[in-house]
């Protein structure tokens, strides 16, 4: 099946202002390597969950392959389209097939909007009140997320935190994109709350076979929505594969240290947890090598030296470790250090 989404070599820099006494010196700018070299590819109807701890670049990555902040360089193709580099006119179309659901509907809608002119704007944007009824749009799609129609005459602070997600929701769907980017979308709801707009993205997605890029920091979250997962470290996927795969067979030592990390749901089940040392990595200066090397009791003197490929390891299931097959089949024990 033909991928909906591709992505080939995405990196996104940002680059740090100098101060007056080293532009005066012309010292070199230094850059916040955010994203660096990320490839992937989705597919139609298809879930990848994106996770990595805060900081590692999920956030960013979502947002450069939208164009809503444009990536330093690599390719972005939408089904047959390059949208990375299209400009002006040619992207704002573009967009109607690919929306945003941001973490948290209090900033990301207008407390001044009515829900009704919340979910007019992207209406009016693509001029699709000449040639459908309005009313029954927006009626409709309220209805979709589980609100009532006379939710449209009400502000946002009106309703809760699970009701305010409805509505980014609603508003995303109202164009009937095929593409939809979930930003943390339950990150600041409470357990039931969450549960509950997981299952109605669920429902949503197999009435209307939506394409969902699923960005969080929760694994237990990722595991109920995915189908694949990748594993961002440092602005870098370094594991990708079927879910089930990659959490009962992490190839890679970062995931096995985000999934050791997770609570387990019996408090009488003995789990044992994997500790590392030190911190995440600069984005400003990472690591030479792997950039997990620091902090990894595998490594070994290749690892700060070789930056390891993302290659299959299984059958569709991808990682860039040195190590990896000797870590998944038990053979690696630790390593002789850096």
């Known amino acids: 099946m033909k991928p909906i989404l591709e992505v080939e070599n995405l990196v996104k820099h940002y680059p740090i202002a100098l101060g007056l ?13 955010a994203v660096d070299g990320v490839s992937f590819a989705l597919h139609p109807n298809e879930t990848l969950g994106l996770v990595g701890e805060s900081g590692s670049g999920k956030s960013t990555l979502g947002r450069a392959i939208l164009m809503l902040d444009p990536p330093t360089s690599g390719k972005v193709t939408f089904g047959d389209t390059i ?22 509907p209090d900033s990301s809608l207008d407390p001044r909007q009515r829900v009704k002119d919340i979910l007019l704007e992207p209406v009016t944007a693509f001029q699709l009140q000449k ?17 009532p129609a006379d939710s449209l005459g009400m502000l946002p602070h009106q309703f809760s935190g699970g009701q305010r997600q409805r509505i980014a ?21 409470d357990s039931s709350v969450q549960a509950q707009i997981l299952n109605l993205l ?26 694949r997962i990748a594993v961002l470290y440092a602005g870098k996927i370094v594991e990708i594969g079927n879910a089930k795969d990659v959490l009962e067979n992490p190839l890679h030592p970062y995931t096995s240290v ?16 994997i500790r590392v040392e030190g911190e995440s990595p600069s984005p400003v200066n990472p690591p030479s090598g792997c950039r997990f090397h620091p902090r990894c009791k595998y490594a070994e003197s290749i690892c700060s030296t070789l930056e390891p490929e993302l290659k299959e390891i ?22 002789l250090g850096n």
């Open 169 to 189: 929701i609603a508003r995303a769907l109202i164009l009937e994109p095929k593409l939809i980017v979930l930003d943390e979308p339950t990150s600041a709801l």
């Open 21 to 33: 006494m080293d532009s005066l010196s012309k010292k070199e700018r230094q850059r916040v390597r």
């Open 202 to 227: 669920q429902k949503l997605q197999e009435e209307f076979g939506l394409t969902y890029l699923f960005i969080s920091h929760n694994i237990n979250v990722v595991r109920y929505m995915a189908d």
């Open 131 to 147: 040639t459908k009824d309005v009313q029954n749009m927006l009626e409709n799609s309220l209805r979709l997320v589980g609100l």
């Open 258 to 273: 985000l999934i050791s990390s997770v609570p387990a749901p019996d408090t009488n089940q003995d789990t044992a947890k």
């Open 83 to 104: 949208i990375s580099d299209l400009r002006g006119e040619s992207l704002r179309l573009m967009r109607r097939e690919m929306q945003f659901v941001f973490q948290n």
């Open 314 to 335: 299984n059958e569709k299931h991808w990682a860039s470790c040195h190590f990896a097959a000797e870590i998944s089949s038990g053979r690696k024990t630790v390593g």
